[in-house]
C-alpha cells in the first residue's frame, strides 16, 4: 500500500514563503513521478507542478511559475514544493499525488495524500 503525508502547511502573510513536504511509503519513490495539486472549496483540484522519477524534468503551471518549485530527494523519499512570494490567492487545500507519467490532470494519478491547508493573508 503506497501512502502518501503532506506537511508544511500553515497561515502565513503574502510576500511570504512555505516549504511543503510530501513523505512517501510502500513503494521505491524512484519510481513514481510526483505532482502537487490545490483545491478550494467548490472547485475541482488544480495542477500546479509535477516532476519526473528522476528529478530532472518537471512542468510548473503558469499561474505558480517563477514563484512555486517542485523537488524531490530519492534517498529521503520526499518530494517539496518550495512556495515564495505567496499571494491569497494560492490559499487552498495542497495535495500530493505519485503516478507513473508527467500528467497535470487529478484523473492520471493513482496515489493521494490527505492534503494540507495553506492559506495566505492578505
Known amino acids: 500500500q503506497v501512502q502518501l503525508v503532506e506537511s508544511g502547511g500553515g497561515l502565513v502573510q503574502a510576500g511570504g514563503s512555505l516549504r511543503l513536504s510530501c513523505e512517501v511509503s510502500?513503494?521505491?519513490?524512484?519510481?513514481?513521478?510526483m505532482a502537487w495539486f490545490r483545491q478550494t472549496p467548490g472547485n475541482e483540484r488544480e495542477f500546479v507542478a509535477t516532476?519526473?522519477?528522476?528529478?530532472?524534468?518537471?512542468i510548473t503551471s503558469e499561474s505558480v511559475k517563477g514563484r512555486f518549485t517542485i523537488s524531490r530527494d530519492n534517498a529521503k523519499n520526499t518530494g517539496y514544493l518550495q512556495m515564495n512570494s505567496l499571494k491569497p490567492e494560492d490559499t487552498g487545500v495542497y495535495y500530493c499525488?505519485?503516478?507513473?507519467?508527467?500528467?497535470?490532470?487529478?484523473?492520471?494519478?493513482?496515489?493521494w495524500g490527505q492534503g494540507t491547508q495553506v492559506t495566505v493573508s492578505s
Open positions: 499525488a505519485a503516478g507513473t507519467g508527467l500528467f497535470t490532470t487529478s484523473k492520471y494519478y493513482t496515489y
Open positions: 510502500g513503494r521505491t519513490f524512484s519510481s513514481v513521478t
Open positions: 516532476i519526473s522519477r528522476s528529478g530532472g524534468p518537471s
